[in-house]
T-cell receptor, first 113, second 111 residues
Framework: DADVTQTPRNRITKTGKRIMLECSQTKGHDRMYWYRQDPGLGLRLIYYSFDVKDINKGEISDGYSVSRQAQAKFSLSLESAIPNQTALYFC????????????FGPGTRLTVL | GESVGLHLPTLSVQEGDNSIINCAYSNSASDYFIWYKQESGKGPQFIIDIRSNMDKRQGQRVTVLLNKTVKHLSLQIAATQPGDSAVYFCAEIGLNNDMRFGAGTRLTVKP
């Protein structure tokens, strides 16, 4: 079973719709992250959370919100989707600080028409 | 090497040859570096990491070299196989624990 899962894997929606992407992890990690990936660009950080009561904006948080429902769950919402939010979205977890790698989910491909 | 833009750098090698993928990082204070492999339709997968107090680290068929003087990181893959075909990108972690990712290099292995 995958350690980091994302739902849905693919989603097509229309401009103005509210969308929620969900992420669950079984690694027991405190830190969770949401990234978007666009063709030819590196991963860009949207939001991150160091524990259930901690939420931090990343590099490109405008137009997004998050909720850390539990240690294992971190959801990303687009309140009113727009076409330039079409991208591949990845959730990741990390144990702690310093020399700890991130573990990524399989990604959600979102298309906003 | 790595760059930000609409088109990924590409590297094409013959099966069995060695591959070298390069990455230029930006923050001279970065403390930790990771190489990831991303196959089509999948999330990034950890390959190997290196701390800033090292200049070389070896794994199974992979070696990472770090040159802090010129802020350059490379990933060497020995005896490249078709299953190595993927996008490879580096990540740097600064002292305040922020991670920055390179855009990636697409490796294609020809049979």
């Amino acid at each position: 079973d995958a350690d980091v899962t994302q739902t849905p894997r693919n989603r097509i929606t229309k401009t103005g719709k509210r969308i929620m992407l969900e992420c669950s992890q079984t690694k027991g990690h405190d830190r969770m992250y949401w990234y978007r990936q666009d063709p030819g660009l590196g991963l860009r950080l949207i939001y991150y959370s160091f524990d259930v009561k901690d939420i931090n904006k990343g590099e490109i948080s405008d137009g997004y919100s998050v909720s850390r429902q539990a240690q294992a769950k971190f959801s990303l919402s687009l309140e009113s989707a727009i076409p330039n939010q079409t991208a591949l979205y990845f959730c990741a977890t990390r144990a702690g600080t310093g020399a700890d790698t991130q573990y990524f989910g399989p990604g959600t491909r979102l298309t906003v028409l | 090497g790595e760059s930000v833009g609409l088109h990924l750098p590409t590297l094409s090698v013959q099966e069995g040859d060695n591959s070298i993928i390069n990455c230029a990082y930006s923050n001279s204070a970065s403390d930790y570096f990771i190489w990831y492999k991303q196959e089509s339709g999948k999330g990034p997968q950890f390959i190997i990491d290196i701390r800033s107090n090292m200049d070389k680290r070896q794994g199974q068929r992979v070696t990472v070299l770090l040159n802090k003087t010129v802020k350059h990181l490379s990933l060497q893959i020995a005896a490249t196989q078709p299953g190595d075909s993927a996008v490879y990108f580096c990540a740097e972690i600064g002292l305040n624990n922020d991670m920055r990712f390179g855009a990636g290099t697409r490796l294609t292995v020809k049979p």
